[in-house]
């Protein structure tokens, strides 16, 4: 069949790819590979979106004969996600409390998708679901505590789709390979997305997904946790599940007790990355605890003295900014996919050493509005990666901003701005949402003093 015809469907789509995860894409002459999302067909041209957020857009012809049969099975699947072989064979039998499948829709607000993934020859253990649901549960009590402490309460309060009896939803996924095949959050979501569509008739509007891989009992376990995504995107998570005995408790701090055993921080953590969060660590003075994109329970616990934070994790301000807008907390997709434009005038940033604080002040010219500014402070030696120190502060209806740096560091680092905005993107450069590529300025420490690039 003629590739342009089978990619009818995707050029429908235009930039609403079904799914998007991270694969290698190589040329026709072989010589040239990029890790790259697929995010649609355009005009005969495949946009690949890299994980720094610019976009590549290659003709059809020139990718490798591979690359073009990953495209025709995309396109191999019609509106509402099945293949056409299944089109008219009727879907999974289901129960009173289940949700009949969902049809396609570009404007629908799209859901998180929790699924349980089972390797090949196990049955999952009995309580698993029940399980997920009170984790699920638990992560939206914790959303939801944290933004409205900072002030930015969420419009859903309920960011996980419920059956007809109220009940969080779980998918479950039968692999077709043994545990031991599975090591590759990538390869693992590449097995499990046709699957998912064709079981449950899910929509095709760049969903969210997060992932409990079962691999069999302690010691045996999926190792790579990891998420990625983005409010155009959508985006995915996947993290082992622990088959330990205990329950989740609503008054247990994040990483106490069978939490910690069940490594919920962690799994929290990877479906912040899916929701599109990057790593920032506490601010040890809020005496908060560890952050959800902050350092792992372990090596936080071993840098922080007071063991009444050892196992309290929770959302810091920058997180709840960044968070207000996403359609999963705002309900809505309006202008979803653009990137407003971000440009900083009238930049300044002094010391104010009576409070130990640098003061960090601009103006924001854009052509959409934004509602809050996110510093991201990268120094040395600690606070970098998971350790760099974030902060926020509402921008006025003018453009302008004032943020605090309230734990400077003693040595020489970096500034980056980002912006949040109404439509719930993040960006410091107006082209992408990789805080590598933000607006920045650096500062040196000159005794007790800090001197800063203009």
Sequence with gaps: MNLRLLLF???????????????????????????????????????????DGSILAVPLERLSERDQEYIRSLAETSGNGKPRSQNNQTGPKQDAGAIAPAKSSQNQVPEIHLVLFVA???????????????????????????????????AREQIFPRDDRGRIRVLRIHGSKPPGQYTKAFELMQE??????????????????????????????????????????????????????????????????FLHDFTLKGCVHELGHAFG?????????????????????????????????????????????MLWKHFVFSGTVQDRRVVPSAKVQQYRARYDRSRNEIVVSGTLVSNHKAHSVVLVDES?????????????????PTGEFQVRVREPSPAAGTFRLMFCFENGAITGDGKTSNPTNAFEKTYTKLGNDYQFEP
């Design 192 to 257: 499990l997305w046709p699957k998912a569509h064709a079981q449950y008739g899910l929509p095709r509007n760049n969903p969210l997904w997060w992932v409990y891989v079962y691999k069999g009992d302690p010691p045996t376990r999926f190792n790579e946790y990891r998420g990625s995504g983005d409010i155009r995107r959508g985006g995915w998570a996947v993290v082992n599940y622990e088959n330990r005995p205990g329950e989740i408790s609503f008054d247990q701090e994040m990483a106490e007790g």
């Design 277 to 321: 969060l990057f790593h920032t660590g506490p601010i040890i003075a809020d005496r908060l605890g560890n952050t959800l994109m902050g350092p792992r329970t372990d090596p936080f616990r071993a840098a922080v003295r007071s063991k009444l934070d050892h196992d309290r994790v929770y959302l810091c301000e920058a997180e709840a900014a």
């Design 120 to 154: 090949a020859g196990l049955d999952p253990p009995a309580d698993a679901e029940s399980k997920m649901v009170a984790a699920a549960e638990y992560t939206e009590t914790f959303f939801v505590k944290w933004m409205k402490h900072w002030g930015y309460p969420p």
């Design 9 to 51: 469907p995707l050029l429908l789509l235009a930039t609403g790819a079904p799914f998007a995860f991270t694969r290698e894409w190589t040329d026709a002459t072989g010589k040239y590979k990029v890790e790259a999302e697929f995010d649609g067909v355009v005009m005969e041209k495949v946009r690949l979106v890299k994980p």
């Design 380 to 396: 040395s030696p600690r606070q970098v990666n998971y350790w760099a120190k974030t902060y926020a502060a509402r921008i006025e």
